[in-house]
């Protein structure tokens, strides 16, 4: 395995699309973490659906929801600085994976396989850092 991403890593192609994942993931975590930071409700949808009615009890959460947008952030800042992209790819991880989970069990349009692809590209992002963290388990 160590040799295969070993061998992965010497190819340009595969150094494009760690950068290319790295700035998409961080992307993909700036607009929903500063909302949550400005305290302003993700979305608009009245209560009378479960997914609205989710996010309004998520956003009435108060500190715990602004707490979510610092995590998003700081994953989002961590993953594309390349000292501390191993250490974003782990805080992103239970992130997204969160987030997948509960678009898949709410049953949200489409929103599950943007967040799956997402789950994805950190995996990637996980496997692509393999030897560092090869140790911790």
Known sequence: MVEFIAKLRSHN?????????????????????????ADLPFTSL????????????????GFYYQFIGWAQLMAAALIVIPRTATL?????????????????????????????????GNAYLLLWDYQKLRALF
Do not use: Q
């Open 13 to 37: 192609v595969f150094k494009l699309l760690t950068w290319l994942t790295r700035i998409l993931l961080c992307i993909g975590f700036l607009p929903p973490g500063i909302k949550k930071i």
């Open 46 to 61: 009245g209560l009378e659906t479960p997914v609205g009615y989710f996010f309004d009890a998520l956003y009435n959460s």
């Open 88 to 120: 974003g790819a782990l805080i992103y991880f239970p992130i997204i994976t969160n987030i997948f989970v509960l678009t898949v069990s709410m049953r949200f349009a489409g929103t599950p396989f943007i967040s799956g692809m997402m789950v994805l």
